[in-house]
Nanobody, 114 residues
Framework: VQLQASGGGLVQPGGSLRLSCVAS????????VGWYRQSPGKQRELVGV???????NVVESVKGRFTISRDNARNTVYLHMNSLKAEDTAVYYC?????????WGQGTLVTVSS
């Protein structure tokens, strides 16, 4: 399974972005896709997960601002980010997991700044 993340960029505080994670390869083997982020000097942290056949869930710190959705026809998982704050600045990664694997995309940079 290969992943391609995109959609990052520079956005002002209060703005919105939609990140995309396109999967290719053995799509049928994916049990779920997670979004993670890593800020400078910090460890990578989980943002949210969407499982096969289930709905997406995000961590408490972004609940009410971020949501996760998918488009099965496009093999794509989205991270919708609203009301962005400076502390959301990070490289965002998607991760696909299944039996015996956990694969990462290359990351996309989100910068929230005025």
């Amino acid at each position: 399974v290969q992943l391609q993340a995109s959609g990052g960029g520079l956005v002002q505080p209060g703005g919105s972005l939609r990140l995309s994670c396109v999967a290719s390869g053995s799509i049928f083997s994916i049990n779920g896709v997670g979004w993670y982020r890593q800020s400078p000097g910090k460890q990578r942290e989980l943002v949210g997960v969407i499982t096969r056949g289930g709905s997406g869930n995000v961590v408490e710190s972004v609940k009410g601002r971020f949501t996760i959705s998918r488009d099965n026809a496009r093999n794509t998982v989205y991270l919708h980010m609203n009301s962005l704050k400076a502390e959301d600045t990070a490289v965002y990664y998607c991760n696909a997991y299944g039996l015996g694997f956990s694969n990462w995309g290359q990351g996309t940079l989100v910068t929230v700044s005025s």
